[in-house]
């Protein structure tokens, strides 16, 4: 059987295992092995070879020791309340308009989202704290909990964004200036969910009452309880900009002042910190297993030379770049009814990124069409945790709810998802809009 049939025969019995709901990084893992010894005659000692410097190779790479900074910044502030100062100074300025708080839940995901890098945990988060405000409004079960599961996407959006990281990494791409390029799309998100929001309560005005109008005394105490949480994000953020700091340099800063700040705030004691630690540990450990079974995974995959193959025939083929670029976004949208963002960026990128990287879009260079593409499929992939039938947001989301059966929780979605296409098809004919800070700032 010729490499590009045993290729095909790897990714049919992936699609299998993952719809069976097998560990994603232990499938890839087994799938790879299978390929890699397939292609070897069966040959163990390649094999053994090869996985003696596998894990080395990967974790080595000192641009992962992001990852883990990042992750612990994000407990930090999940137990020390950070979540709830940001909550409440939003709503204190847009609360008393109608959906108001619900615009103040999402611009709280946003905040959020600056010092977490996850969405899931972005989501579990503001849902703890915004859905009894919700509740105590009369807000409806689909606005609530359908303004929630799609504020949680901007925890990837709104960088830091550990899918971006994975991204640089796989791509050899810089990590600050894809954050950097993440910025403007990611505020289009916010505020795009912010407009669909006031759409569905002026046809239903039911659905989002107006709260109460905060004292200004109020207002301005609520913004000086999240200015040490911006202070954070500037320091992170304008760290890696501004080439004082390099990505780890500038996350290890973060999670130190996150930590300092929930313990001097009084919102985490000792148990907290553990809890922090422990839950870092955790994700980090999930995302290291993954990354390995996807380079195992790919291993096996270049020695069938499928991707390269798949590459070739794209570009030999004579269709339009667009229309290629429009079939891989709507691959990953499929690709987000079994898996993760994470997953799918690891299994993807080393078949689709150079089939991208040579062809041609607007005149972009090529370090540019990186970026680009990296943006794209970091906004096509969050559709996944917002759409059916694995949509981990709308399940976090609605467990968190109780009351609000699942099947309101995705009508209530569903005006956020047209938001999301709107955005994706004004990035993909647009790049400017994520390459726009990268030429002025990014050199």
């Given at each position: 059987m010729s490499g590009i049939g045993i290729g095909v025969i790897m990714f049919g019995i992936l699609l299998v295992m993952l719809v069976l709901r097998l560990h994603i990084g232990i499938t890839m893992f087994l799938v790879g092995a299978g390929g890699f010894l397939t292609m070897n005659g069966g040959d163990l000692s390649p094999f053994l070879n090869m996985l003696k410097n596998l894990a080395y190779a990967r974790l080595s790479n000192y641009d992962l020791a992001v990852i883990p900074m990042f992750l612990l910044m994000g407990q930090f502030a999940t137990h020390g309340g950070l979540s709830r100062a940001l909550f409440r100074c939003v709503s204190s300025l847009v609360g008393h308009w109608r959906g108001g708080v619900a615009i103040a839940s999402t611009g709280a995901c946003a905040g959020f989202g600056a010092i977490c890098g996850s969405s899931l945990a972005t989501a579990a988060t503001m849902g703890q704290v915004a859905l009894p405000e919700l509740k105590r409004y009369k807000y409806s079960g689909a606005l609530a909990t359908g303004a929630l599961a799609a504020g949680g996407t901007l925890g990837i959006l709104i960088p830091p964004s550990v899918p971006l990281v994975i991204y640089a990494v796989l791509t050899q791409e810089s990590i600050g200036k894809l954050f950097m390029a993440a910025v403007l799309p990611g505020l289009i998100a916010m505020f795009g969910y912010m407009l669909v929001i006031r759409i569905i309560v002026t046809l239903k005005p039911e659905a989002g009452p107006a709260g109460p109008r905060v004292p200004f005394a109020e207002k301005l105490r609520s913004i000086l309880n999240v200015f040490p949480v911006a202070l954070i994000f500037m320091v992170v953020i304008i760290g890696i900009y501004g080439g004082w700091a390099n990505p780890t340099e500038a996350a290890s800063i973060g999670a130190a002042a996150c930590g300092i700040l929930a313990v001097v705030s009084g919102g985490m004691r000792l148990a907290g910190v553990k809890d922090s630690i422990l839950g870092a540990a955790e994700a980090t450990a999930m995302i290291f297993l993954v990354l390995l079974g996807a380079d195992m995974l790919n291993t096996g995959l270049a020695l069938t030379q499928m991707p390269a193959e798949l590459a070739n025939w794209v570009k030999d083929s004579g269709m339009s770049p667009l229309l290629v670029l429009t079939a891989v976004l709507v691959i990953y949208v499929f690709l987000g009814c079994v898996m993760d963002a994470l997953a799918m960026i690891l299994l993807t990128i080393p078949i689709f990124y150079p089939m991208i990287m040579g062809l041609e879009?607007?005149?972009?260079?090529?370090?540019?069409?990186?970026?680009?593409?990296?943006?794209?499929?970091?906004?096509?992939?969050?559709?996944?945790?917002?759409?059916?039938?694995?949509?981990?947001?709308?399940?976090?989301?609605?467990?968190?709810?109780?009351?609000?059966?699942?099947?309101?929780?995705?009508?209530?979605?569903?005006?956020?998802?047209?938001?999301?296409?709107?955005?994706?098809?004004?990035?993909?004919?647009?790049?400017?809009?994520?390459?726009?800070?990268?030429?002025?700032?990014?050199?």
């Open positions: 879009f607007w005149d972009l260079s090529q370090g540019e069409k990186s970026i680009w593409f990296g943006i794209l499929v970091l906004m096509v992939v969050e559709i996944g945790l917002v759409h059916p039938p694995v949509g981990m947001n709308i399940y976090i989301i609605n467990k968190a709810a109780k009351d609000v059966p699942l099947t309101e929780t995705f009508k209530g979605v569903m005006p956020f998802l047209a938001s999301d296409l709107m955005r994706i098809v004004l990035l993909l004919f647009f790049p400017v809009i994520s390459l726009y800070l990268v030429r002025t700032f990014g050199g």
